[in-house]
């Protein structure tokens, strides 16, 4: 689950780490009160406002600017509230931005030069076991550092029997060329981290930049906090965080069905039991020259109740042209599945496109006989070769 | 031979009561699996699907001489139920459970360490060496006999090339479900050595898909030491960057992991690898001419 910046940056603060302050707005008049409120509590005269959208390269797309007065907070507040905000990680309708962040201006002049650094933990697949990555190149696209200079990017491997220790915690403030007060900054900041991470059930952090102030102060300018689903459990506060405004709305009302759904933008929508399988039979579509509409698990019990909500979940997307079912039937028996899709069939009344149905495994071809005797418009088939032949047929 | 079980192995299931536990207990005893007994922490004394039913795994095993283990514990539980396991002496311990959280699962592969013993899952369908044991909960009328073994992340993937393998005349050795978290206990490669070195596999089908780089390991190992001819299969060509699609471990991140740079690894590495899941059998039936 993802979390808007403003989300993260309180979280990371509970548990130590400091941030940039900030206070979260949904009117330009909330942005100008808030505003008023940082400049009581941190002394800052101008502002940052930051769109809150649950994506990257926001300030490439307008969503990032600086106000330098109050009228300014209000004006810039109303435009960035409301716009669709597109960033190289949005799609090109952009994302709706509902709230700003407005933030205390920390880039002010000072006794040392101010420098950007980059850090993120995560977990190492091929270890099974959490690290840290950091560069001093903050502030950039990771990625094109990765590519260009390499070496400057760092990695810290956290042992799990003892957790982060502190001579870790030196090496990364060392390698970062800090001192003095930065250095001790960096060392806190850096602890509290990981013990932000380790205590939220997190799947990854990336506070790109984290910065050093002008007067050595280690904060973090942005936050993109993202917790393991599978562990919200334990953290039933973190889940109350989730925004559903950010996730497309078919896939929230599938996710509530127990069907696992992700749009895509093409023109065979597909329902499959598994996620691999379904994987494979986009991949299937695409071969016989159509577009995977959508990915859709149905799960293990695919009955009629669900296989009916699945076709009403595919059926909204008008450029849908053709649906193509793919039941491996083990545990679950094939007739009975056929019996599903037929009643869910009937039930939505007049579906105008073909639907291909390739039911195999335990009594396959009784399924076939309820599918061909049923007189509906659907075709049946019992290998996939079959099914892919009939989507090139049909599309 | 076989690999990781076999009609020998004596075979305990960890939340064996349940409803989980008991369906697919019952499925496997009907296989002809040699289910020894179970445990459900509180109900130990009982007797369920006439098998005892411990109190704790270290019970079964010194009671039943238990060496394998399946578990069926919900996710919030089921790492302890691992470490329980390798504890008390198992030595093949194949996880069902779905959605155990990432931090547990760092947890119980470092504690493994000190243990003799190999993890299969979690998140997976099991192991099954067909017509001796099913320790999962694959459909085991699908799985036939014969001379080919299977290694994949998915399960009803799996279900479908063994359908294959069987329909173009040829069986299944031992199907090796690994699974799709992001930790598992036993990588694609792991999977591959043991078959690489069961004398009764023949040829070896790898199925993978989008995300990590398990696949990519194993066949620059098959390159290097391969002996049987393996073929391949890599879910999710068509899945865009950046997005779940139902296996945690599923994620398209860089250029490395994406379908299409997976195959391209495992074709320079001499695997057979069809582009359509569709040939899987086919394809198996032709390279074993």
Redesign the interface.
Known sequence: MNLHEYQGKEILHSFGVNIQRGIVASTPEEAVEAAKKLNKDTGTSWWVIKAQVHAGGRGKGGGVKLAKSLDDVRKIASEIIGMNLVTP?TTKEGKKVHQVLIAEDVYYPGESETSEIYMSVL?D??Q???LIMYSTEGGMDIEQVAEDTPELIFTEEID??VGLQGFQARKIAFNLGLSGLAFKEMVKFVTSLYNAY?GI?A?LFEINPVLKTSDNKILAVDAKVTL????L??HPDYAALRDIREEDSTEVEAGEAGL?F?K?DGNVGCM?????????T??????AGG??AN?L?VGGTADAARVEKAFRIILKDDSVKAILVNI????VRCDRVAQGIVDAYKNIGDIDIPIIVRL???NAVEAKKIIDDSGLKVHSAI???EA?GLVKELV | MSVLVNKDSKIIVQGFTGKEGSFHASQMIEYGTNVVGGVTPGKGGQTHLDRPVFNTVDEAVKETGADVSIIFIPPAFAADGIMEAANAGIKVIVCITEGIPVKDMIKVKEYLKAFDCTLIGPNCPGVITADEAKVGIMPGFVFKKGNVGIVSKSGTLTYEAADQVVKAGLGITTAIGIGGDPIIGTPTLEAVKMLMEDEETKGIVMIGEIGGNLEALAAKWIKENGTKPVVGFIAGETAPAGRTMGHAGAIVGGAEDTAQAKKTIMRECGIHVVDSPADIGTKMAEVLK
């Open positions: 990680q977990m697949r091929q099974g076991r959490n799990p029997r380790d059930d799947s393991d689903d599978n562990g459990f334990r696992n992700v895509l499959v039991n598994g996620a691999g399988l379904a994987m494979a986009m991949d299937i579509i695409k071969m577009n995977p990915f698990d491996f039937g083990g545990i195999q495994g335990t290998m996939l070769k892919a």
